[in-house]
């Protein structure tokens, strides 16, 4: 199936339909409103996905449907598998397979989702407002050797040790 330059313009946000799921999902309850939720999900918090200018590129769609797919596909299977206690004297193992509902995005996957918005254009940085300049410790201070506590007194004095001074 080929892969369309970016959504249907005339329907915002729409990344995945019921068509586009596994033929056993197709027909699953709830199926067509899991599919508006997602798009809806990806498009909230992956707002170049349902943008019309410009539209999102053939790699960003496919990459969301194949997002979505896997969300939709988990949301439906809901519920399936097991649950097991066997007990054996004083003791007892429980053993939960079943899957979570809860119609939400992992954050993995609104992270994926966010990361295919990313531009590689101008990002922001961070400046050292408080630049240490090195350790006021003695070099012989235990702090210099990886203990939690000082043993020149600097953190005392807050300016350099008060004890175990060093000659350079």
């Known amino acids: 199936m080929p892969i369309?330059?970016?959504?249907?313009?005339?329907v915002a946000g729409q990344i995945i339909t019921v068509p586009d799921l596994p033929a056993s999902l197709?027909?699953?309850e709830l199926i067509a409103v899991m599919v508006a939720g997602a798009n809806a999900k990806a498009a909230r918090v992956a707002p170049c996905l349902a943008s019309t200018d410009p539209l999102p590129t053939a790699?960003?769609?496919a990459e969301a449907k194949l997002i979505l797919l896997g969300a939709v596909k988990r949301w439906a299977e809901a519920g399936a598998g097991a649950f097991q206690q066997q007990t054996a004297g004083p003791y007892s193992v429980t053993t939960d397979t079943r899957q979570r509902s809860g119609f939400n995005l992992w954050p993995s996957e609104i992270d994926a989702l966010q990361a295919l918005c990313r531009t590689s254009g101008p990002s922001a940085f961070t400046i050292?407002?408080?630049p240490t300049g090195g350790?006021?410790?003695?070099p012989i201070c235990a702090r210099m050797f990886g203990a939690l506590y000082c043993s020149c007194g600097a953190e005392l004095t807050g300016t350099g040790?008060?004890?175990e001074l060093v000659d350079p």
């Open 4 to 10: 369309p330059a970016g959504p249907d313009p005339t």
């Open 26 to 28: 197709q027909s699953a």
């Open 59 to 61: 790699d960003q769609v």
């Open 128 to 130: 050292d407002t408080a």
């Open 135 to 138: 350790s006021i410790h003695s």
């Open 161 to 163: 040790p008060l004890y």
